[in-house]
């Protein structure tokens, strides 16, 4: 009994620093409605500060001195990240917001590895509770009985603040209308400023706060991000004290589930996760949010379908690709494969993304979810290969209409983070259940049969089924089923009005999609003869969004251009610089601010411009659409 | 009128939200053909009402029958396969379709084809489409972006979508809000003469008391969720309640009454 006890407390402690990372996620999205995918950096950014500064100052004075001015030190990063990049971007749609912080992220982790080098680094115990209580034999760490007790005060402060303070009310009446407050002659800039500074500041502080507990390391940020998310999902996006009632329960669920179902703890997690969206969509502490902003607005540009013209031309390219192996050596070859095969991943994410508006930001779990069901057909039903490439993928498609019915119940971030949270879970399981995965060491020696063993037929099977992807995608564009997506995503009010079944047409939708990126990741895994849960991991669906906007969001071709441009970039960037990420990173950011259409959009905004101009006689019609 | 068969009937319809009675014991009936109006001041009830025979929201309490069949909290895309069109106070159109994709979307779904991945859009029920857009008088529009129109046409295109499942009953909430004075008169006019051709019932909510004089057959009058009048425009615009609690602001309709407006 009184280990479970004990237990308990363990989850309780553990609750402290998720607590504070989430309220501030809520706090900055409550006002901003920014995700800030980078709480998790920060958060990162935290623990390492405190690191360096609680080794430099000594005593007990210079310990708690140090965790305070590193997460003072982290706001004030925060605050400039907020005035350079942030303030201008509130008003771009919410995936560009969602990937610019994204891509500060990435460039974060390699910043402190070029600081605080690769190694886990070990911090001071805390000064005064260094020792543990004993409890009927067993002993709590005094620290933990600190951050218990820490919690409910910052809790407290914080009602305090948002209750009882001038800044309190304005951000209260910022939370629920933000223009209004803005009319009201509040200057929101530094509102919003000083906002996104306090929730930078949780957010380290739950960082510093973890170095007596555990060891910093570089992959902190991504592990805490995706905890938060699954909190703020349960608790309620922009609710304190959602945060908080839901830290509590994932750090129990996280506590007990290790100790009662050891192999499928995380699966209970998503299991209450499920429960709590079925029955309260919006969170325990949520309120449905006003009608998502609409993600397209950067062009109004119908969509039409290849003029015979650009047919031919896509024939002519196609037919160039086929040449490849005339000319190019195996590298170039294996080169090319991959390429086609990101061309299809790229495709089915933009299906989703770009016709449906429901942006995954875990759209790699279907790409390796096909991947391992090559692996279990090839390697343990021993079928041949031809059965396996149209059995495999079924895997991605099943995983699909599971996770989906469930995200298609959300829409704009609640849907990212959610499809987010449902990737990791299967990447976890995936690195976990080391009995059928493997687990780190994957599973090895997929190669291909001998009809498509050598890098020229391959690359011929590869781009041969690219090419049937795209077209099929592309055909379902413009089918009426295509066409009732998009009606889903432009007006779910107008589309409710004219018979359409929105959620069971964006669930067809997001198993469709899966099903095209588990095919990617099937011929993924005899392109490398291996599968591991990288496959599966949060990088690869960032890779996939990136494909997506470099080329274009808002048009039908982008994602094959886009694919195309950035795996070639991104090869040759490995081959160049170790800094990988915080190149990748700044590419990320840069696109958001400065190029938000990509290149087929910029393209067509060109050729658009040679056109003689039609007249547009109600630019306000949008932002009368935005009021409703 | 009486002969024609009921449309749509509303018994005892109520909606509170916390303490406030948004809608008390409302009933009413619309026949075929019929252009029956809504009104009352803001706040009244009027939207509560509308959404709730339009399946947005549940009712409280009561029972709506629309063409036979209880629809008392079946969901919109329910009431609408029963033959229900439905106009937005505030437009609600698909702003990255063109005009004539946007009601192509409509006849899809009313041909139930929404599941159809292979057809191609562009090309299905083109005419038909160009039908719609003719009657509303949009021919000259259909390969414009939806996102460029101008409101007033917004409006018509509106009408366009809401016709395109041959309906036998428009719902319209305030089909005029935020249109000149003129191109208000003409949407109703075209709305009317649509309705009276195709025997549709039309129920419309209105603040423009120009428009509801004109053209409704009948008119319902709300105040504080409560129906407090109904009959022929002459009935209602003698009715001294009305004239008390809603016309008080109705110098204006005598005003234009005098200059000789036609009623």
Sequence with gaps: MAFYFVQFLTGLASAASLFLVASGLSIIFGVTRIVNFAHGAFYMLGAYVAFTLTERFSGALGF????????????????????????????????????????????????????????????????GFKGAVEFFGQNIPTYDLFLIALSPIVLGLLWLLFQRTRWGVLVRAATQDRDMVAALGVNQKWLFTSVFALGVFLAALGGALQIPRDAVHHALDLRIIVDVFVVVVIGGLGSIIGAFVAAVLVSELNAFGILIFPKISIILVFLVMAVVL??????????????????????VNPWRPLTSGERLAAWAGLAVAAMLPLVGGNYALTVGSEIAIFVIFAASLHFLMSVGGLASFGHAAYFGLGAYGIAFLAKMAGLPMIVCLLLGPLLGCLGAAIFGFFAVQLSGVY?????????????????????????????????????????????????????????????????????????????????EAIGIDAKRIQWTAFVIAGSVAGIAGALFAYLKGSVFPDSLGISLSVDALVMVLLGGVETVSGAVIGAIVYKMLSIWLVSQTDLSKLVLGGVIVLIVVAFPKGIVGMFETLRNRRRPELPKPALLKSRIEGAE | MSTAPTLLSVEGLSKSYGGVHAVRNVSFAL???????????????????????????????????????????????????????????????????????????????????????????????????????????????????????????????????ALANQPKLLLMDEPTAGMAPRERIELMRLTAGIAREKSIGVL?????????????????????????????????????????????????????????APS
């Excluded at chain 1, 005035?83 to 402190?112: K, N, S």
């Excluded at chain 1, 079925?278 to 062009?299: D, M, S, Y």
């Design chain 2, 31 to 161: 026949q075929a053909g019929e252009i029956l109006a809504l009104i009352g001041p803001n706040g009244a009830g009027k939207s509560t009402c509308f959404d709730m025979l339009n399946g947005q929201t549940t009712p409280g309490a009561g029972r709506i029958n629309l063409l036979g069949f209880d629809t008392t909290g079946k969901k919109p895309r329910e009431v609408w396969r029963l033959g229900v069109g439905r106009t937005f106070q505030i437009t609600a159109t698909f702003p990255t379709m063109t005009v004539r994709e946007n009601v192509q979307v409509a006849l899809v779904s009313y041909g139930r084809q929404l599941f159809n991945v292979w057809a191609s859009t562009p090309q299905f029920a083109r005419d038909e489409a160009g039908r719609l857009l003719e009657l509303v008088g949009m021919s000259g529009y259909a390969e414009r972006p939806c996102g460029e129109l101008a409101y007033g046409d917004l409006k018509r295109l509106e009408l366009a979508i």
């Design chain 1, 64 to 127: 708690w001195a140090g965790i305070v001015l590193a997460s003072l030190v982290v706001a004030v990063v925060g605050v400039l990240v907020e005035m350079v990049l942030l303030r201008r971007i509130y008003h771009a749609p919410e995936l560009f917001q969602l990937l610019a912080t994204f891509g500060l992220t990435l460039m974060v982790q390699d910043l402190v590895v070029m600081i605080w080098g690769p190694n886990d680094l070990l911090g001071r115990r805390a000064p």
């Design chain 2, 204 to 260: 419309f909510t209105e603040h423009d008391m120009d428009v509801v004089f004109e053209h409704a057959d009948r008119i319902l009058v709300l105040n504080r969720g409560s129906l407090i009048a109904e009959g022929s425009p002459e009935e209602v615009r003698r009715n001294p309640q009305v004239r008390a609690i809603y016309l008080g602001e109705g110098l204006v309709y005598d005003a234009r009454h005098r200059e000789g």
């Design chain 1, 278 to 299: 079925i029955v309260r969509p919006w969170g325990l502490f949520g309120k449905q949010e006003a009608a998502a902003r609409r993600t397209p607005g950067l062009t």
């Design chain 1, 415 to 495: 849907f990212a983070m959610l499809t987010l949270a449902f990737a990791q879970i299967v990447w976890s399981v995936a690195f976990q259940w080391v009995a059928v995965t493997g687990g780190d060491n994957g599973i090895l020696g997929l190669w291909p049969e001998k009809w498509a063993a050598g890098p020229a037929s391959f690359y011929w099977l590869s781009i041969g089924v690219a090419a049937l992807a795209v077209a099929a995608l592309r055909i379902i564009v413009f089918s009426p089923f295509g066409y009732a997506l998009r009606a889903t995503r432009d007006s779910l009010l107008r589309s």
